[in-house]
């Protein structure tokens, strides 16, 4: 797993009950589609602009449905992958989503 897709495993795995109930394949599965759809979705200016997050959290409410993540635990689990994308945001936005 590389930098980005740790910090979103990270993110799925934050409640107990995801990584119990999931496991460590799936979530891993999760980080991998997440770095995927982001670097789909993200615009330059992605921050800034509402429907560019909203679209960005839609996106991620649905991988997370698609791959079983427990309902109770979606809406943090958008929070915290949210916020993993804004402290990578200047990053991204400068230089690309580069594997590392």
Do not use: C
């Not at 799925?12 to 394949?25: F, I, N, S, V």
């Not at 599965?29 to 982001?38: F, G, Q």
């Not at 309902?71 to 402290?87: C, G, I, N, S, T």
Request: no cysteine; aromatic share 6%.
């Amino acid at each position: 797993m590389n930098r980005r897709e740790l910090a979103f495993y990270d993110a799925a795995a934050e409640h107990d009950t995801a990584q119990e109930l999931m496991g460590d394949e799936i979530l891993a599965s999760i980080a991998r589609d997440l770095v995927a759809e982001v670097q789909k979705k993200l615009k330059p200016d992605w921050i800034a602009r509402e429907p560019v997050r909203a679209g960005l959290r839609s996106a991620i409410k649905r991988l997370l449905a698609r791959h079983g993540y427990p309902p109770d635990r979606r809406a943090e689990a958008v929070k915290l992958v949210l916020k993993q994308m804004e402290h990578f945001a200047d990053e991204w936005a400068t230089t690309g989503m580069p594997d590392i």
